[in-house]
């Protein structure tokens, strides 16, 4: 069956440190990836896709297909950075039509310190 | 323009009743998605509609649940015989044809079951 694991609910961090959220996937293929993000008393939007190669608001994405991961990286952390991050790797098979059901993590909430 | 809307924002409902939850697209998006988000549960994939395709019901957790798009818009989702376990927020998406990984959600309703 397919699986994302974000093991850590719960990640604190003081404001300038590095700060990685975890992501890993158990799909045989090659998924898609992408990660979302929900800011307090803000609707959950795309963050980034891991296609495009690109660098979000600080954030990058790392695919390990040997490892099966995906973390979320920034290299110094920002107060704004605090919210709940969902990881989604997707299969092309749940693509119809230009339809995707994304299959969430459980999220983690990261809290960034002062 | 105007985003994805949801409504009522918070219900409160009697164990046994019926519930009827709304979802306007964004226009011209021909995909929609109701997902659940739980506590200790994470993004739970509910159903999705694209165009004219026979909807996606795989997610939906039992027949008490049912959805349905009307006229390619707008989308109600329905809860018979409420049960405590369906107190959850109810998030709706939409996407545009060829995108669906970029779903824009809409701010959920809450729904409490006592």
């Known amino acids: 069956a397919q699986r994302v694991t974000q093991p850590e609910k719960l990640l604190s961090v003081f404001k300038g440190a590095p700060v990685e959220l975890k992501c890993n996937y158990s799909y045989s293929g090659s998924p898609e990836l992408f990660w979302y993000v929900q800011y307090s008393r803000q609707r959950l939007q795309l963050l980034l896709r891991?296609?495009s190669r690109e660098s979000i608001k600080g954030f990058t994405a790392d695919l390990n297909k040997g490892e099966t991961s995906f973390h979320l990286k920034k290299p110094f952390a920002q107060e704004e950075d605090s919210a709940m991050y969902y990881c989604?790797?997707?299969?092309?098979?749940?693509?119809?039509?230009?339809?995707?059901?994304?299959?969430f993590g459980q999220g983690t909430r990261l809290t960034i310190n002062p | 323009g105007a985003g994805v809307s949801q409504s009522p924002s918070n219900k409160v409902t009697e164990k046994g009743k019926d519930v009827e939850l709304r979802c306007d697209p964004i226009?011209?998006?021909?995909?929609l998605y109701w997902y659940r988000q739980s506590l200790g549960q994470g993004l739970e994939f509910l159903i999705y509609?694209?165009?004219?395709?026979?909807?996606?019901k795989s997610g939906l957790p039992s027949d008490r649940f049912s959805a349905e798009r009307t006229g390619g818009s707008v989308s109600t989702l329905t809860i018979q015989r409420t049960q405590q376990e369906d107190s959850a927020v109810y998030l709706c998406a939409s996407s545009p044809k060829r995108k669906g990984y970029e779903q824009y959600f809409g701010p959920g309703t809450r729904l409490t079951v006592t």
């Open positions: 989604a790797p997707q299969l092309p098979v749940f693509i119809i039509q230009g339809a995707q059901k994304l299959v």
């Open positions: 891991h296609i």
């Open positions: 509609f694209q165009g004219n395709s026979a909807p996606d």
């Open positions: 226009s011209g998006h021909t995909a």
